[in-house]
Every structure is written in C-alpha cells, then in structure tokens.
C-alpha cells in the first residue's frame, strides 16, 4: 500500500492548511486512516484518526483540526484551523489494513511550518 501525502507548507499562526493523503495499492479494504506528527526532538503522536464512522483526536487538538475521509474511502483529508507554532511538525499519514493480519502503511510525512 502507497501513501501520498499533499498540503505541506508555511503558515502564520492562526492560519490554516489542509493535508491530503491517497492510499493506493492495497488488496484489502483500509479500515482506519489516521494522521501523526513528529516534532523536532519530540516523539510521534496521534493527531487525528478515522474508522467507518468515528473519529479521534489527540489532546487539545478537537476543535482546531478536523479529520475527514473522501466517499472513495481511500483518502484522508486534515483540515488545521487556528495553527499555532507549536502545530509545526512533519505529519504522516497512516493506513491500517486488516487482510490476513493487521498492517500499518506510513506516508513519507509533510512538513506544515507555523511562523509566529
């Protein structure tokens, strides 16, 4: 399974972005899509996640950052409003897949950049 992951960019703080990723090559059907981000010096973490029709968030972000899945069900969109500096991460998109077991496919991450 491919990820392909669009949007990155550069920001001022309380604009916003939008993040797409299409997932493409899998046999299986995806069952969660979910976005992650990493920060300089800091570990990767949730930011937002999507399965048939529930989603999640991590903490603080539920208000600010909307996670959506195309009709298609193979892409996932993040809509960002209100980024602040400390939103500046490279953000990965992510696919679960369960087939014969369950896989975890990774994009190659999108840098977003909030300036102050």
């Known amino acids: 399974v491919q990820l392909q992951a669009s949007g990155r960019g550069l920001v001022q703080a309380g604009g916003s972005l939008r993040l797409s990723c299409v997932a493409s090559g899998s046999r299986y059907g995806i069952n969660a899509m979910n976005w992650y981000r990493q920060a300089p010096g800091k570990q990767r973490e949730l930011v937002a996640g999507?399965?048939?029709?529930?989603?999640n968030y991590g903490d603080s972000l539920q208000g600010r950052f909307t996670i959506s899945r195309g009709n298609a069900g193979n892409t996932v969109y993040l809509q960002m409003n209100n980024l602040q500096v400390e939103d500046t991460a490279v953000y990965y998109c992510?696919?679960?897949?369960?087939?014969?077991?369950?896989?975890?496919?990774w994009g190659q991450g999108t840098l977003v950049t909030v300036s102050s």
């Open positions: 999507i399965a048939g029709g529930s989603t």
């Open positions: 992510n696919a679960v897949v369960i087939g014969r077991g369950v896989s975890n496919y």
